[in-house]
């Protein structure tokens, strides 16, 4: 294991060394972070701060792109430098804007789930867009759905969400014939609506619960969930679908976009990011969040855990977007709808002041990963349902992505770079 030094020196370097690494001179360091775009940590008993080493590669990365290096594509995958042109979604200090129109405005608004899904596929936003038509599920899909739940599918919830939009799609014929029928939102909805069925993996009946008739995606939820279906929990569901519909390129949207320049249909791309999704490092990253947050723990608890992650160089769950160095806006709105909710628990109090300690004493922000852990907790929801809510939400940016991939006529594949093993 490393000790606290051994942490730092890794994930953190000197003045010097980050002068060094960047090539300016420590006044231009100082207004890299003055900016933002580069964090820095205090170093107990000492003036001297130290730098985190993956901002100063980004930013490093960022200079040599303007001088027209075209080596840096390599580190462009790694919070980068741009690697394609999208028009679905733009990162704004105010969060995404989804065609030209803020997701935090969406939610203000109260245009449904439905309506933003089908803005981010066709450009434009129809407030008094219905429910989808629901679809009956197929008798192969029923015996499907029965065998996940004796296959403990609460437990892989994103791994069973791809199998499951994979029989969907081999249902509606071959690759060749699904690609010609052009039925591409036709599946999109169908595949949304499974998932939320899906959904009743992690709700109290550990099963697959069918949406009915005319209702919503949300309202399908709250029955899938198990969940009161007042207001407030509309709401919620419905903010932390449309904040999560799209962002950047993490690793479920660029594969998508790679499966479908090599032709693939949509389902074996939504599939393909549900399982680019379903790693340690993404949608398992609501489990690190929740299990440091762990239950019942007070203030101080929290603030001295924090503390001593942050003291060792290491990251604090759900904290800090490299995005977002002003903070995560979409974090913020819900964090501050949790926190308007009708009696708040003693558990959710006690997050709340952590948090404002974390942001006055450490200056650290939390990101959505937080935001959404804290949300599904005050829903009464388990653990599990944090990343399915996410993929669900997220299922809709990936759509608009493989159309906009298609469109773009292009075939991703990156060159490779050889590099001789070093001798032994």
Same mark, same amino acid.
């Given at each position: ?5 051994k942490a730092l020196r ?156 994979l029989l969907l799609g ?139 992650? %942050?003291? !060792?160089? #290491?990251?604090?769950? &759900? ?6 160095? /002003?903070?995560?806006?979409? =974090? @913020? ?56 809510l996410f993929v669900l ?7 608009? %992505?493989? !159309?906009? #991939?298609?469109?773009? &006529? ?6 490779? /770079?050889?590099?001789?093993? =070093? @001798?032994?």
């Open positions: 294991m490393d000790t606290p030094d890794r994930d953190y370097a000197s003045a010097a060394e980050a002068m060094e690494i960047l090539k300016v001179r420590q006044q231009t360091l100082y207004a890299y972070v003055s900016r933002g775009w580069i964090r820095s940590v205090a170093q107990p008993g000492q003036k001297d701060k130290l730098y985190l080493r993956d901002d100063l590669t980004r930013v490093g990365m960022r200079s040599l792109a303007r001088s027209g290096h075209g080596a840096v594509a390599a580190s462009a995958m790694n919070w980068g430098e741009p690697i394609f042109p999208t028009s679905i979604t733009e990162i704004t200090e105010q969060g995404p804007r989804y065609r030209g129109h803020l997701a935090a405005d969406l939610v203000r608004s109260g245009a449904s789930f439905e309506a933003v899904a089908e803005l981010l596929w066709t450009g434009e936003l129809n407030t008094r867009a219905k429910a989808w038509t629901v679809r009956r599920p197929s008798a192969e899909l029923v015996r499907l759905t029965g065998t996940l739940t004796s296959l403990q599918a609460r437990d892989n919830v994103l791994e069973s969400f791809a199998l499951v939009v081999m249902r509606r014929g071959s690759v060749a014939e699904r690609l010609s029928q052009g039925k591409t939102l036709p599946a999109a909805r169908e595949i949304m609506q499974t998932v939320v069925a899906c959904c009743g993996f992690v709700g109290a009946a550990h099963s697959y619960r069918p949406m009915q008739r005319g209702e919503s995606v949300v309202t399908g939820l709250l029955h899938a969930l198990a969940m009161p279906p007042t207001e407030e929990n509309s709401e919620a569901l419905r903010a932390m679908l449309i904040l999560m519909a799209d962002h950047e390129l993490p690793p479920g949207t660029l594969g998508a976009r790679v499966v479908a320049s090599a032709g693939g249909t949509l389902h074996s791309c939504l599939a393909s990011a549900l399982c680019a999704t379903s790693g340690v490092d993404i949608g398992r990253m609501y489990e690190r969040v929740e299990d440091f947050l762990g239950h019942g723990r007070t203030t101080a608890v929290l603030v001295k855990r924090a503390h001593k992650l %942050h003291a !060792q160089g #290491q990251s604090v769950p &759900g904290f800090d977007h490299p995005l977002y160095p /002003k903070g995560d806006p979409r =974090a @913020a709105q819900l964090l501050a709808m949790v926190f308007a909710r009708q009696n708040p628990s003693r558990e959710l109090r006690a997050i709340s002041r952590f948090i404002d300690e974390m942001r006055a004493g450490a200056g650290l922000l939390p990101r959505q990963e937080l935001a959404l852990v804290v949300m599904a907790r005050a829903l009464g929801l388990p653990r599990q349902a944090t990343a399915a939400g997220r299922l809709a940016g990936w759509v608009a %992505h493989v !159309q906009e #991939q298609r469109a773009s &006529g292009t075939l991703l594949r990156p060159r490779a /770079k050889f590099v001789a093993p =070093a @001798a032994t």
